[in-house]
């Protein structure tokens, strides 16, 4: 019904730049929070960054300073401009969704999760 779709990971250099890209499609209405979320084999996911429907942001103090997270909302779609990358930031990043009103049929949805990029930091 609602998919995010992420592009924009890969492999860079300790101390450079990516922005990651989360497209979301399906029959929406309207999103209210967004998100970046990072996972490493054996660990928890972990939030790196959300911005909500008004614009607020949160990000991770790992992140802060370096990091920015955006959204576009005429396009249902997210961004990550990660700056200043380190080695430890390697890992495959989640975007998410919360709040996804869909119509035809109306609905609610509480989360929707896409299926990850990875992002690779050589040191």
């Known amino acids: 019904q609602v998919q995010l779709v992420e592009s924009g990971g890969g492999l860079v250099q300790a101390g450079g730049s990516l922005r990651l890209s989360c497209a979301a499609s399906?029959?929406?209405?309207?999103?209210?929070?967004m998100g970046w979320y990072r996972q490493t084999p054996g660990k928890q996911r972990e939030l790196v960054a959300s911005?909500?429907?008004?614009?607020?942001?949160n990000y991770a103090d790992s992140v802060k300073g370096r990091f920015t997270i955006s959204r576009d909302d005429a396009k249902n779609t997210v961004y990550l401009q990660m700056s200043s990358l380190k080695p430890e930031g390697t890992a495959l990043y989640f975007c998410?969704?919360?709040?996804?009103?869909?119509?035809?049929?109306?609905?609610?949805?509480?989360?929707?999760w896409g299926q990850g990029a990875l992002v690779t930091v050589s040191s």
């Open positions: 998410k969704a919360r709040e996804v009103w869909v119509t035809s049929p109306m609905a609610r949805l509480s989360e929707v």
């Open positions: 399906g029959r929406i209405c309207s999103i209210n929070d």
């Open positions: 911005i909500t429907s008004g614009g607020s942001t």
